[in-house]
């Protein structure tokens, strides 16, 4: 028997962590299992084509939100092709809604809910026995005679007891590495998948370093932890970056996904030995507004975290990303603004505008109609109003998005926004807003524009600031060149300079 544990990615860099647990779970089992992983980006024939080619009998599908749609056509094309190709579907897009899922999507034959490595083991020895008997298996739902049945979870495993999931695959040194040292979360934020699962498993501190030291020692570009709040213990967050520190390879870059209020003095003590570039972190405010908070259920000092984010700035070795999601229950639009600005104001190394995405098995999913929520049919569910904003609010924000990571996360224009926000005497929030304005205005978010555009574009925006500013445009033009002569390369300063600040 043939299989194939496969998923499409979200982009080239990006691999699949779970698909690499599954492997390694019955790697020494006999079958003939082949893990190969596509992209959402691939032609729709050249998938197709290369899982009928590999004449498997049962392929297995990693499901989320940004390639079920996909997944779906794909999947029913292959069961038309192959009548007697068997399809097993796991992922958190499948999991909760499973039985539902099975009956609108006849071509589907099993799902796996929840962790799979116990499930997939066991599902595998069926396969194995030649016996069948789907009943043994935990977490499955799976067609009978004519009817969806589905069994119970079993027990969960102790996590080192799972085996280190690049044993038996090649590390791909030119993507992103996942790694996985805790399974669940702590805390109950009702729009996040991680708090439905209540249960919090770690791995032991020695296997972590373990495993760290094998990946530092292949000298992967980016390891990223996928722990949902790392630092959740913060003893044992420190005794993993500490080790990190005394073991860095000067290479390799480790993401991490904390929570701000979290960290404390033995935090700061331990990072501040950190060489620039070692560590990348992740820290979601959501939003600042109390009641926001409290609505979903999200204990945080908002206060506190601030005071985090501007002091890991201050040390200038860590890149500091802050979420802000628009869309959560009792925060209007100016509520928004004023979220922007109080993030803004510690000037995080990007600043990450998201959008509230209301997905299966959350409790704000549970609560749409509560919140008069209107929200895409199809994953990724993303929000198109609420009770709170209006579906122009939304598409403003959106705006406002492109503007800020052209401008404020890509870099290269920290001193012009800083003048330009002081000179126009207005909040951050709206100076962006204003900037996104002008952009979509002048139709520039029609096209693609090089770096030294862009720079000649914030110059067309200054000008425009000419009638209630006299000068602006002179004085923006100061300090634009010198955000260029800083980011740009010598020779494309001088190109520029020879063409001058005309758009053509």
């Known amino acids: 028997m043939r299989i194939l544990l496969t998923t499409l990615n979200s982009k080239y860099i990006h691999t699949n962590l779970s698909l690499k647990y599954l492997y390694s779970v019955v790697a020494d089992s006999g079958l003939d299992v082949e893990l190969r992983e596509f992209t959402i980006n691939n032609e729709r024939d050249l998938v197709f084509g290369e899982i009928m080619r590999g004449g498997y009998d049962l392929v297995c599908f990693s499901c989320y939100v940004w390639n079920i749609e996909q997944i779906r056509s794909l999947c029913s094309d292959l069961k038309k092709a192959r009548p007697d190709l068997r399809i097993l579907l796991g992922g958190p897009e499948v999991s909760y809604e499973s039985e539902r899922f099975l009956r609108d999507n006849p071509w589907a034959d099993f799902i796996i809910r929840g962790e799979g490595e116990k499930p997939f083991s066991q599902f595998c020895r069926e396969l194995i026995s030649g016996n069948r008997d789907f009943s043994k298996v935990s977490s499955l739902t799976y067609w009978g005679l004519d009817t969806v049945l589905s069994n119970e979870a079993g027990s969960l495993p102790y996590m080192d007891r799972l085996p280190f999931p690049y044993t038996y695959l090649e590390v791909e040194t030119d993507k992103i590495v996942y790694y996985e040292s805790v399974r669940g979360c702590p805390f109950r934020c009702s729009y996040c998948i991680s708090s439905v699962d209540s249960t919090v498993r770690e791995l032991s501190l020695e296997r972590v370093r ?92 908002t206060a506190e975290v601030l005071q985090n984010i501007s002091k890991l700035m201050e040390l200038g070795t860590i890149e500091v990303h802050v979420d802000l999601i628009a869309g959560l229950p009792c925060e209007d639009y100016r509520s928004f603004a004023e979220s922007f600005d109080r993030v803004y104001a510690v000037h995080p190394s990007v600043l990450q505008l998201g959008f509230l995405k209301l997905l299966k098995g959350t409790r704000i999913r549970r609560e749409a109609r509560e919140h008069g929520y209107v929200y895409r049919n199809k994953a990724p569910y993303e929000v198109i109003s609420n009770k709170y904003m209006t579906a122009i609010d939304f598409v403003k924000l959106k705006m406002v998005t492109t503007v800020l990571d052209l401008y404020y996360n890509r870099g290269g224009f920290q001193r012009t926004l800083e003048f330009l926000i002081e000179d126009m005497e207005v909040t ?34 200054a000008m425009k600031q000419e009638a209630k500013l006299s000068g602006i445009s002179t004085r923006a033009e100061h300090f634009l060149t010198l955000d260029m002569m800083d980011a740009l390369n010598p020779e494309v300063v001088r190109r520029f300079m020879e063409k001058g600040w005309e758009l053509k």
């Open 210 to 301: 373990r495993d760290v030291g094998y990946l530092m020692y292949k000298n992967i570009r980016q390891v990223k932890f996928i722990d949902r709040t790392f630092n959740y213990n913060k003893a044992r967050a420190g005794e993993i970056w500490q080790y990190i520190i005394d073991k860095d390879n000067g290479t390799t870059n480790f993401h991490f996904e904390i929570c701000g209020d979290l960290l404390d003095s033995d935090s700061f003590r331990v990072l501040s030995r950190a060489r620039k570039g070692l560590f990348q972190f992740e820290i979601g405010v959501q939003s600042a507004n109390p009641y926001t908070l409290r609505e979903i259920s999200r204990k945080t000092e």
């Open 428 to 461: 951050p929030f709206r100076f962006f807003e204003r900037l996104a304005d002008f952009y979509y205005s002048g139709k520039y978010h029609m096209a693609s524009h090089k770096k030294e555009d862009l720079y000649r574009i914030l110059y067309r925006f």
